[in-house]
């Protein structure tokens, strides 16, 4: 079996591993940060533990578990399930 069918995006905890790179803060059902992905002076990133998935409401980028990884440690796709699993 390959990486990619050995990791579901639900498995993996978009909040927990989006807090070792972003303060996040509460922001009713949604939780709020400053986008690492490009100079942000507000809280343009937003996180849904509940659909689990992000978006910056500044630069555009957005995705689950997996695509985070990819941009803020850019590594292929492959490499960022990689690193999701080894930390789980």
């Known amino acids: 079996m390959s990486a990619s069918h050995s990791l579901s995006p639900v498995q993996a905890d978009l909040v927990r591993i989006v807090s070792k790179y972003v303060l996040l803060e509460e922001s009713r059902r949604n939780l709020k940060g400053r986008c690492p992905f490009h100079k942000d002076?507000?809280?343009?990133l937003m996180v849904s533990p509940e659909k689990n998935i992000?978006?910056?409401?500044?630069?555009?980028?957005g995705?689950?578990?997996?695509?985070f990884v990819m941009a803020i440690e850019h590594k292929t796709r492959e490499e960022a399930i990689q690193m999701i699993t080894a930390s789980n």
């Open 63 to 67: 995705g689950g578990p997996i695509e």
């Open 54 to 61: 992000f978006q910056c409401f500044g630069c555009g980028k």
């Open 41 to 44: 002076q507000a809280t343009s």
